[in-house]
């Protein structure tokens, strides 16, 4: 079935850098499009980045700049590089298959990232 793990989250001062990883299973990764989500304390969630099968990527306008989605198809793995972190980016941040009506229809159990002042 199909499966997404999150990993890399973790305590970070402010201005500093995380990658986040999220290993894909169950499912051909390389025909899917993939994105990242966060939900911040008391919030709802926000869409940050999509990327589509290859290379082609979205970006929300309150990451655009900071954050870099991108993927490895043969490690079947996506990526979110976090850099310039504001505290305001404490999150738990989840990866999210798209699925055939464009929506993200399986997630994964997310990782929680801590940004300090």
């Known amino acids: 079935q199909v499966q997404l793990v999150e990993s890399g989250g973790g305590l970070v001062q402010a201005g500093g850098s995380l990658r986040l990883s999220c290993a894909a299973s169950?499912?051909?990764?390389?025909?899917?499009?993939m994105g990242w989500v966060r939900q911040a304390p008391g919030k709802g969630l926000e869409w940050l980045s999509t990327?589509?099968?290859?290379?082609?990527?979205w970006s929300a306008d309150s990451v655009k700049g900071r954050f870099t989605i991108s993927r490895d198809n043969a490690k079947n793995t996506l990526y979110l590089q976090m850099n310039s972190l504001k505290p305001e980016d404490t999150a738990v941040y989840y990866c999210?298959?798209?699925?055939?009506?464009?929506?993200?229809?399986?997630w994964g159990k997310g990782t929680l990232v801590t940004v300090s002042s």
């Open positions: 999210a298959r798209y699925g055939p009506y464009n929506d993200m229809n399986y």
């Open positions: 169950g499912f051909t990764f390389s025909d899917i499009w």
């Open positions: 990327i589509d099968g290859v290379s082609s990527t």
